[in-house]
């Protein structure tokens, strides 16, 4: 699908939902998906590699998903902390339906799906999943990704995973100079073509 496609609002292309079979979390789940959201036809590899390399996100707290498409990072991290709130945040409004549909199947009342700019501005997260839309171009991505980082807490993580041929090095060390000082960005792991990259909000000590 060209990545326009699903970057939009309303995608042109005809919501007919139909049947998903994914496994999630060691589990088959039986899920629905539509035309028009990334990945409609089940787990990219990038997103696969990101749930199986990243620690459990934080028990509680508000955790974030950029990019939800139908659902899998913001599912899992709802499966992993049921006592945290998962924002699954995406600017196609068919995505946010269908993960607000599959989250009602797998009974996640914790997971809340919205528009970016319906996110409450006040709200930091401990934890940050993240399969950010590279193919949006490297002015786009950066705005979204510094829309959303800075809001980590004090000692909160953020994970992203990106194809190493996409640039996956080069945005780490664009990471590391814009959040500055206050950040901890590396290379985590490599695996099948994709980097797993860190960010993690240093807690501040008392000032002397």
Known sequence: MEPAHYFNAQPAVPDVRRPLAVVLEGAERSL???????SPDGLDKGTAV???EVPDPSPEGNLLDIGCG????????????????????????????????NARRLGLANVRASLPQDVPA???????????PIRVGKEALHELLLQWLPRLEEGGEAW???????????????LAQAL?????????????????????????????
Do not use: C
């Open 32 to 38: 629905e998906t539509s035309g028009g959201i990334f």
């Open 50 to 52: 990101l749930l199986a």
């Open 70 to 101: 139908w659902g899998p990072i913001a599912l899992t991290m709802g499966l992993r902390s049921p006592g945290a709130t998962v924002h699954a945040v995406d600017v196609n409004e068919r995505s946010l339906s269908i993960t607000r549909a």
């Open 122 to 132: 006040d709200v930091r997260f401990s934890t940050i999943w993240s399969n950010p």
């Open 160 to 174: 992203l995973v990106v194809q190493k041929n996409l640039g996956a090095d080069s945005l780490q060390q664009w």
């Open 180 to 208: 500055g000082e206050a950040y901890d960005v590396g290379r985590e792991a490599t695996s099948k073509g994709f980097r797993i990259l860190r960010v993690a909000r240093r807690i501040e000590g008392p000032e002397k």
